[in-house]
């Protein structure tokens, strides 16, 4: 059973360290224990607590009141959130957010999979994708550059991600029409893929056809495939920069050596800003851009 500081209870949770001591010492909603030089240290019945909290707060429960509830009441309280049909409410997103969080980092991939299949009965991928995973994929990547969340966690959730962005792309009709295929990708020493396999689901749903290369996928291969099927258009997504310098060459070959394919780039914010797009180039900053500029 791991075991969390304070600190780390906030940043999972987003309720600040001294609200929660206060709890701790007004409302005894904890009782943690202590190392032998007197810091505070929580389970994992903790760690369920305060995030089950934290939606009941936002459903507009009194932290008194909330207090007083056991484990079976708790569920209850939860369970009744879970029934409502609005996936627009915030307090529900919490709650799905909060139970893919909680399964993820106990390993369970049982509870992880309920969890999933309760919303795909209700609520389409892209609704889901938008407004359960990715707030908690940001909610992840806070935690992973506050070293608050182990990797073998981390790698878990998405795994169970990408199994089901994986299940739904399998259930799309399969396209014949090869006019206009995209190839996608990931560029060399590039492994963030989650992005790239929404990309895939979306274009296979307004039926274009795609080539997915996946992971790490070496240039000059790339090249030689694009020429050979005179791929007009190509999708890469890059996230860690390996320098400016190196960067820069990495996508400028691939514009250069396929002048008439266009390269659709997207990622993380802060390495797209690097670039410095030739002609064939097009940056994707947002979820809008990639609809309007490759499924119209």
Known sequence: MRTYSIKELENYSGTKAHTIRIWEQRYNLFSPQRTDTGIRFYNDADLKKILSTSVLLKSGFKISKIAKLNEDELKVELSKIDGTDDLKSKTKIELHISNLLSAGLDFDEIKMNKEFNKLSESFDTYSIFISIVYPLLNRIGVLWSKNDIDPLQEHFISNSIKKQLNIATDKLPNTENEDGEIVLFLP??????????????????????????????????????????????????????????????????????????????????????????QKNQIILYSLEDFHQKLIH
Do not use: M
Not at 198 to 226: D, E, W
Not at 245 to 263: G, H, I, M, W
């Open 188 to 277: 060399e020493n590039e492994t963030h893929d989650i992005g790239l396999l929404f990309a895939n689901f979306l274009l296979k749903q307004a039926n274009i056809k795609t080539i997915y290369l996946g992971q790490q996928v070496p240039t000059t291969s790339l090249i030689k495939l694009i020429k050979d099927r005179n791929i007009k258009k190509a999708l890469g997504f890059i996230f860690f920069s390996p320098g400016k310098e190196k960067l820069l060459k990495a996508v400028n070959s691939l514009a250069s050596a396929c002048e008439t394919t266009e390269f659709y780039w997207s990622g993380n914010i802060d390495t797209l800003e690097l670039l410095k797009p």
